[in-house]
């Protein structure tokens, strides 16, 4: 199976859920750049490419977009409904990982163009399992939207 | 060209104001041996229509004509499109003109004085007239049998990708079923069943590894050649990663000295230099594999070195590598399909350089291969680039 | 999850249905299959017409796209337009690994997307992950309802 750097977003505001996340992830080689936002509008900012992350570019975006859905400033499902109705950033994988329970948030997420929904395990080993599933599926196994020419000194891997 | 016996036909279009010098012209062609046909005229306009109505063979124009001067016969049968050739026949007009009028496009110029001279002149012109025109067809034919070699070429590559492209879909049938069979009733049936099976996935997988070295090889030939500068120490950097398993398994060592940035396609180079590196490998002695990388400036661009301490390869097989699915050992001594260096001969070749090896049996090999430089650097400059750059005098990637 | 997954495979080759089938088998994880080999016939079952009209809802769709009388690109832009069946899971699954195929199935909406392991070791291997994160990790969406 074809392993391909990765940018992921992390969009996150609990900082254990976080630290977990990130250390999860660091520790079975599955992401080289991960970014992390606290809030809803910063996510957007991001995504969109406007305010302080107006040098990004559509052309390069983040292979994954991990999505919590309470967040401060702008919730989650604002968020998506954003991002999943722009046709510049619809085609991004964005997988909603909270710990909310509602069906009410599993079918807006769902119906919102969500790639798929993970209710965070409460128990500590099955988080850090969950983190390791949901990276090994969506950055070995899945392939993510390809829309940019890679840099010319680079290199690619076939 | 030998004077013909038989009389020539010869239509001849006079640019002449002058009755007397008309006559002694088309005289003196008569008896140079032409069955001459002739017009005579004396304005732009009578020329114009003339040449419109009955195209001569030949133009024979006096320079000086009062309104007009005999030249611009030239450019009017350059408006006309008309590939006649003209003959100046004039009184003196001193070397300078006359050879002005030949620069501007007329034939030949001869003396109202030496008339004795015109027929030879006139054979010398229609003969020149032919061949240029037997050339000009020559080239369009050649022209068109090298588009149609380029087309039947590209038919061909076409062919062979698609072929393989869509041969992979009933290869992978026939190797997940073979696997299944062999898996689901292996010690179930008899020992001859085992070994039936056991060939039919080992036939499979090779066919398998056979296609994708196809796709790989007819890429190499197909993709967009975008020559970019490349950096030749990030390229082997990338390179030595997809290496990793290789390198760590055979605890090959890989030695490079700060390596030059080249102008071509990264992703190609990568492959080159992976495929030589992993035959360094591959074809290793009893030592330990140890492989060298290198470059020096030459006069056609960088020329690299990818020294290994392996089996080496006898003299008389050194040109044969490099061809398609040649291989030198068995598949039992050594795997592979033997499509690695032809692939890296292939992208060498569509940079511009070539690809040849030094070896000795037993003593190792150094494959040798140049490439272009950038175009704005000279080698020479480069190299007061590159020690500017890269302090250490060289790395080594321990597998 | 406490009920068997409901997963509807579409794919017009009944090798790899079979392939499919088995691997699936293999991860462990509780599910129910149902195949289908053409596009029509997976319209038909989504929206349980016909005689499918008895059919479970499907809580995961599995579709490889070249698919003969309706193609897969053309029902995954039906089920992802209809808002009773939008929330429903797609996988791509097909041998293409051709970027148009790719970026395409994602503007019409699919969630992701597996290029289909032309190596037996990898199939397996791929589809373990495809169950265990889709039965094992995710929540599914109609998962609670009867």
């Not at chain 1, 292979?63 to 968020?79: A, M, S, W, Y």
């Not at chain 2, 229609?126 to 380029?150: F, T």
């Not at chain 2, 009933?170 to 060939?199: C, N």
């Not at chain 3, 579709?63 to 069946?85: F, H, M, Q, W, Y």
Request: hydrophobic letters at 40%; one cysteine or more; charged letters at 25%.
């Amino acid at each position: 199976m074809q392993f391909c750097n990765g940018d992921i977003l992390i969009v996150e505001d609990n900082q254990d859920d976080l630290d977990l996340a990130l250390h999860v992830l660091k520790r079975h080689n599955l992401a080289n750049k991960i970014m992390v936002v606290r809030d809803g509008e910063e996510a957007l900012d991001f995504l969109f490419c406007r305010e302080k992350y107006d040098d990004r570019s559509f052309h390069y975006p983040p292979r994954l977009v991990l999505l919590d859905l309470k967040l401060p400033k702008l919730d989650g499902i604002e968020v998506l409904q954003q991002v999943k109705g722009d046709p510049r950033t619809k085609t991004i994988p964005v997988v909603i990982l909270t710990s909310s329970k509602e069906e009410r948030d599993l079918m807006d997420s769902y119906n919102g163009g969500a790639n798929s929904y993970i209710q965070k395990p409460v128990n500590f080993n099955d988080f850090c399992d969950a983190i390791k599933q949901l990276g090994l599926y969506w950055l070995v196994v899945n392939q993510a939207p390809v829309n940019v020419k890679p840099g010319p000194v680079a290199g690619q891997k076939q | 060209m030998a004077l013909a016996h038989n009389l020539e036909r010869l239509q001849v279009l006079l640019v002449e104001d002058s009755a007397a010098d008309s006559e002694l012209v088309l005289r003196e062609l008569r008896r140079g041996g032409f069955e001459v046909t002739g017009e005579v005229v004396g304005s732009a306009e009578q020329f114009r229509s003339a040449l419109r109505a009955n195209p001569p063979d030949i133009v024979l124009a006096d320079y000086n004509l009062g309104q007009w001067r005999g030249m611009e016969a030239v450019q009017i049968l350059h408006e006309e499109n008309l590939d006649i050739p003209l003959i100046l026949v004039s009184g003196a007009l001193g070397d300078v003109l006359a050879v002005e009028c030949i620069k501007q496009g007329a034939t030949d110029y001869v003396l109202k004085g030496s008339l004795a001279r015109l027929s030879v002149s006139v054979r010398r012109a229609l003969q020149e007239k032919l061949l240029c025109r037997e050339r000009l067809q020559a080239e369009k034919e050649l022209g068109k049998k090298v588009e149609e070699l380029a087309r039947s070429n590209r038919e061909l590559e076409q062919f062979a990708y698609a072929a393989s492209h869509d041969l992979q879909e009933p290869l992978r049938m026939v190797a997940a079923y073979t696997q299944l069979l062999a898996e689901r009733y292996h010690g179930k049936l008899d020992e001859q069943a085992d070994k039936y099976i056991h060939y039919a996935v080992d036939g499979a997988l090779r066919m398998q590894a056979l296609i994708q070295d196809l796709l790989a090889f007819s890429r190499a030939g197909r993709q967009g050649m975008e020559m970019e500068p490349a950096d030749c120490n990030l390229v082997i950097g990338e390179a030595l990663a997809n290496l990793q398993l290789t390198l760590h398994e055979s605890g090959a060592v890989v030695n490079y000295e700060p390596l030059p940035v080249v102008l071509g396609n990264a992703p190609q180079l990568r492959q080159v230099f992976q495929n030589l590196i992993a035959n360094a490998i591959k074809f290793h002695g009893p030592q330990s594999p140890v492989v060298r990388i290198s470059s020096r400036p030459s006069d056609e661009g960088w020329q690299f070195s990818v020294q290994d301490n392996g089996i080496g390869i006898a003299l008389e097989d050194v040109n044969s590598i490099f061809v398609v699915f040649q291989r030198l050992h068995t598949r039992m001594e050594y795997p592979g399909n033997g499509i690695g260096l032809a692939i890296c001969k292939k992208i060498i070749e569509r940079h511009g350089g070539r690809i040849w090896v030094e070896s000795r049996e037993g003593e190792g090999s150094t494959f040798k291969f140049i490439l272009p430089a950038l175009p704005s650097a000279k080698p020479a400059v480069a190299q007061a680039v590159r020690s500017e750059n890269y302090e250490q005098p060289s790395r080594s990637l321990v597998g | 999850m406490s009920n068997p997954a409901e997963v509807l495979l579409v794919d017009d080759n009944p090798a790899d249905l079979e392939l499919t089938c088995d691997a699936l088998e293999r991860s462990g994880y509780p599910h129910h299959i149902s195949t289908v080999a053409d596009g029509r016939e997976a319209v038909l079952f989504l929206w349980r017409k016909q005689k499918y009209a008895g059919a479970c809802r499907a809580d995961l769709v599995i579709l490889d796209l070249n698919l003969p009388r309706k193609d897969g690109r053309a029902v995954l832009a039906e089920l992802k337009s209809d808002p009773r069946l939008r929330a429903t899971p797609v996988v791509i699954f097909s041998t293409s690994q051709a970027a148009q195929d790719i970026g395409r199935s994602y503007e019409l909406g699919a969630n992701s997307y597996v290029s289909k392991p032309g190596n037996l070791k990898d199939f397996f291997a791929a589809m373990q992950l495809i169950a265990r994160f889709w039965f094992g990790c995710a929540r599914l969406p109609h998962s609670e309802e009867s």
